[in-house]
């Protein structure tokens, strides 16, 4: 089993930047990749970005490049997510999730352990 649990939400101003975190016990997951997903009110959770566990490859859905990175420091079994330049549609509720397949997917459904989930605020 995988215990994850997010770190970091808040409440910031459009513009700011915000850093979460994903620390994960249980097992070690620098075989496994890590994903981050965010859910807004009144809609599906939705894809935000993903690295390997070498951390060699990352993706991210369109709307966060250029503005928020993906890490790993698998040392500390914890996977971070600068998020910066953030904007009234970055609010939601953010979760770290693993996948153990091998690939690095973006959908939920091939991630097998989630967390809890932090939440952030943008305000305009």
């Known amino acids: 089993q995988v215990q994850l649990v997010e770190s970091g939400g808040g409440l910031v101003q459009a513009g700011g930047s915000l850093r979460l975190s994903c620390a994960a016990s249980?097992?070690?997951?620098?075989?496994?990749?890590m994903g981050w997903f965010r859910q807004a009110p009144g809609k599906e959770r939705e894809f935000v970005a993903v690295?390997?566990?070498?951390?060699?490859?990352?993706n991210y859905t369109d709307s966060v490049k250029g503005r928020f990175t993906i890490s790993r420091d698998n040392a500390k079994n914890t996977v971070y997510l600068q998020m910066n330049s953030l904007k009234d549609e970055d609010t939601a509720v953010y979760y770290c999730?693993?996948?153990?397949?091998?690939?690095?997917?973006?959908?939920?459904?091939?991630?097998?352990?989630w967390g809890q989930g932090t939440a952030v605020t943008v305000s305009s």
């Open positions: 999730a693993a996948d153990t397949s091998g690939g690095w997917p973006r959908g939920r459904d091939d991630y097998d352990y």
């Open positions: 690295i390997t566990g070498s951390a060699v490859i990352t």
């Open positions: 249980g097992r070690t997951l620098s075989r496994y990749a």
